[in-house]
């Protein structure tokens, strides 16, 4: 069974960073493409960032410049850093990694307060 654990969520203020990890089991990130979505309260869940096994990255226009997406293959983990929070940030972020087939795991909620 594809289990994706999320962590590295809480509560900060605006202009912190945060960074979240998502570690893989009876997966392989190192075989597709993986990334982030976010889902904040009332909204459509939305892409964030996502990177291809060769590490190509690609980012909603909205983090770009503030969020980045990794990977640790050895691990079979992928991280999103997140720098300069904004309110508009605070959301639930969900990983995931699939392509024809898609799994997400069950998120790691963020909140930023002014």
């Known amino acids: 069974q594809v289990q994706l654990v999320e962590s590295g969520g809480g509560w900060v203020h605006s202009a912190a960073s945060l960074e979240l990890s998502c570690q893989a089991s009876?997966?392989?990130?190192?075989?597709?493409?993986s990334g982030w979505d976010r889902q904040a309260p009332g909204k459509q869940r939305e892409l964030v960032a996502t990177?291809?096994?060769?590490?190509?990255?690609n980012y909603a226009d909205s983090v770009k410049g503030r969020f980045s997406i990794s990977e640790a293959y050895v691990r079979n983990t992928i991280y999103l850093r997140m720098s300069n929070l904004d309110p508009d940030d605070t959301a639930s972020y969900c990983c995931?990694?699939?392509?024809?087939?898609?799994?997400w795991g069950q998120g790691t909620r963020v909140t930023v307060f002014s």
């Open positions: 009876n997966i392989l990130f190192s075989l597709s493409v």
């Open positions: 995931n990694v699939g392509e024809q087939t898609k799994y």
């Open positions: 990177i291809t096994r060769d590490g190509k990255t």
